[in-house]
């Protein structure tokens, strides 16, 4: 975690219209690209809480595009559902609070930009699934989501980050590093290098399909982790999703891959006990059935087609992006341990072996529904 600076903090919260004053303020360790804390401030004596957000610049290079595109999308979504009559509409979208001269990111003096969310309280996320009523949720969820935005006006969004999963560039970069080999660390991974340059023969599916006009371009959220959907304490059910920096435009089987690579294990993203990492498929099925009770009505047969391959794919493209982080010397993802990354590779790698493995019946459970 980046060093925390309380007093740093204290000035960027009195760039935002937010009533009262400060009173402290906590890192929130999710995630491993930008630096996020809650804070809670005073109003009139009620306590009540934002969040406060540095953007990783180095990942996002235009930030101004980043909260465009957030700003835009989390209108349209709370407009939408007002329209339908809907009640907690700030706990369901993100509301942006604006800078004091009405921006949506404050620029510190030191070339930092910094937003602020409303807090959505009484929800919680978890880093790994505990039950299919919660893999059902969380489709659910990215579903409504990729619906919502589906009549979205106006000018098409911006791409963030280009090319974010194209699997061909990540393939590229990942033989680039291998060659490269900077901190001579290749030796360490030799196996996980093998096993991945083998997978050449299908990493373009998508794009090809794309290409060819089989497959649509829409607005999608492209970090469907499991953790980026908040779940109601109460009911348990799915209240909204966050960490929207990379919605763009893009290819709904991409979110639907990432939910299948952080919904269908039971484990961590990065556990070291392989043997507990598999697909669980009541766990796929749930999630299947969520994300088609929101999203069945407008994907098309190509579509659904490919949503379990999607799951192998993004699987296998994170699986690659750690990989590639880790020979670089770990530059990009945050770690917290020594061979994080390479760790995070292999647990992505042993799942890409288990959907395989379960390929054909994941896919006639999606045909049947
Ligand atoms: C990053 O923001 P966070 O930590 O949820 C990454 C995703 C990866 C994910 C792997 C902008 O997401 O693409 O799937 O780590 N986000 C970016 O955990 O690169
Ligand atoms: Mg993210």
């Given at each position: 975690m980046p060093l925390y600076r309380e007093q740093h903090l204290q000035e960027i919260s009195k760039?935002?219209?937010?009533y009262g004053q400060i009173l402290h303020a906590e890192p929130c360790k999710?995630?491993?690209?930008n630096e996020t804390y809650t804070a809670t401030y005073d109003q009139g004596g009620v306590l009540v809480r934002y969040i406060h957000q540095k953007i990783n610049q180095t990942v996002f290079k235009n930030p101004g595009a980043v909260m465009e595109n957030i700003v835009r999308v989390t209108s349209h979504i709370r407009t939408k559902l007002a329209t339908q009559g809907a009640r907690e509409v700030t706990r369901k979208a993100l509301t942006v609070v604006p800078t004091h001269?009405?921006?949506?990111y404050y620029q510190d003096g030191e070339g930092e930009c910094w937003r602020t969310f409303v807090f959505v309280e009484k929800v919680q996320s978890f880093e790994?699934?505990?039950s299919p009523t919660q893999a059902f949720e969380a489709g659910k969820a990215f579903g409504m989501f990729q619906s919502l935005l589906?009549?979205?006006?106006?000018a098409r969004l911006h791409e963030?980050?280009?090319?974010?999963?194209?699997t061909r560039k990540r393939f590229a970069a990942l033989e680039q590093a291998v060659a490269a080999d900077h901190c001579n660390r290749a030796r360490f991974a030799a196996a996980e290098i093998e096993f991945a340059l083998a997978q050449?023969?299908?990493?373009?599916t998508l794009l090809d399909a794309f290409a060819n006009g089989e497959l649509p371009e829409r607005i999608t959220?492209?970090?469907?982790?499991?953790?980026n959907v908040m779940m109601d304490w109460?009911?348990?059910?799915?209240m909204c999703v966050v960490d929207?920096?990379?919605?763009?435009?893009?290819?709904?089987l991409y979110d639907f891959g990432d939910m299948v690579r952080t919904t269908t294990?039971?484990?961590?993203?990065?556990?070291?006990?392989?043997?507990?990492?598999h697909l669980q498929m009541p766990m796929f099925e749930a999630l299947a059935r969520g994300y088609l009770s929101a999203a069945g009505a407008f994907l098309t047969p190509a579509e659904k087609a490919h949503l379990t391959f999607a799951g192998k794919l993004i699987t296998f493209t994170i699986g690659i992006r750690f990989l590639t982080d880790y020979l670089a010397g770990d530059v990009y993802f945050r770690v917290h341990r020594p061979d994080h990354n390479l760790d995070r590779c292999r647990t992505q790698f042993h799942l890409v072996r288990s959907i395989t493995e379960q390929e054909e019946s994941m896919q006639k459970f999606v045909d049947r529904l």
């Open positions: 760039q935002f219209r937010i999710i995630g491993h690209i001269d009405g921006r949506p790994s699934v505990q589906a009549d979205l006006p106006g963030t980050i280009p090319d974010f999963h194209h050449q023969p299908w990493i373009g959220h492209n970090d469907t982790k499991f953790n109460e009911t348990g059910r799915a929207l920096d990379t919605v763009m435009p893009g290819l709904v294990s039971s484990t961590l993203e990065d556990e070291k006990d392989l043997t507990k990492v």
